[in-house]
């Protein structure tokens, strides 16, 4: 393998390294989206659950059940 061939050889690694440098970043990044978007879908579910006990509590009562 001539000196030529090593040196752009060599070249190629540091474009290959910089290119999954960057990609990892992405990945991180991505994945917290991700967790945050699931945090968040988690409160938006647990918000109607509570919303939808509430209506039940208030048709029980209109209806002239207990709540239990």
């Given at each position: ?6 040196q752009t050889d060599r070249e190629w ?42 209506a039940q509590e208030i048709l029980d ?8």
């Amino acid at each position: 393998m001539s000196n030529r061939q090593i040196q752009t050889d060599r070249e190629w690694l540091i474009f290959i390294e910089k290119d999954i440098d960057t990609l990892d970043q992405q990945i991180y990044h991505a994945k917290w989206t991700i967790t945050q978007s699931q945090s968040a879908l988690e409160r938006l579910c647990a918000a109607r659950d509570s919303l939808l006990a509430q209506a039940q509590e208030i048709l029980d009562r209109l209806d002239g059940k207990s709540s239990v």
